[in-house]
């Protein structure tokens, strides 16, 4: 499994983040995107399902990033809104754990990740 994180380091306002996936059959898995800020644990920012229909995103993000999927290039993508300086951290694409109830998905965890890009946020 190979998870290779793309993204523009010090960032606009509005910002996309790409992961490129490898190893695995990737519209099969649910994916997920974490981050961790210096001295704070690793957090879930937002999972998606297999087929894309199922999403959730931490509160502290709802209504300003927007994870999506393109099963067709293996890519996985977080569009990030209205960028605060809070939003600092490296940013992870994950290999996700977790479960479906009828078609809506729950995160649990995650089983792989990538090695991270960095996204700061000027004040």
């Known amino acids: 499994v190979q998870l290779q994180e793309s993204g523009p380091g010090l960032v606009k306002p509005s910002q996309t983040l790409s992961c490129a996936a490898s190893?695995?059959?990737?519209?099969?898995?649910?994916m997920s995107w974490y981050r961790q800020a210096p001295g704070s644990e690793r957090e879930l920012v937002a999972s998606i399902s297999s087929a894309g229909g199922s999403t959730n995103y931490a509160n502290s993000v709802k209504g300003r990033f927007t994870i999506s999927r393109d099963n067709a290039k293996n890519t996985l993508y977080l569009q990030m809104n209205s960028l605060k300086p809070e939003d600092t951290a490296l940013y992870y694409c994950?290999?996700?754990?977790?479960?479906?109830?009828?078609?809506?998905?729950?995160?649990?965890?995650?089983?792989?990740w990538g090695q991270g890009t960095q996204v700061t946020v000027s004040s």
């Open positions: 190893g695995f059959t990737f519209s099969s898995y649910a």
């Open positions: 994950a290999k996700d754990i977790g479960y479906y109830s009828g078609t809506y998905y729950s995160s649990i965890g995650y089983d792989y």
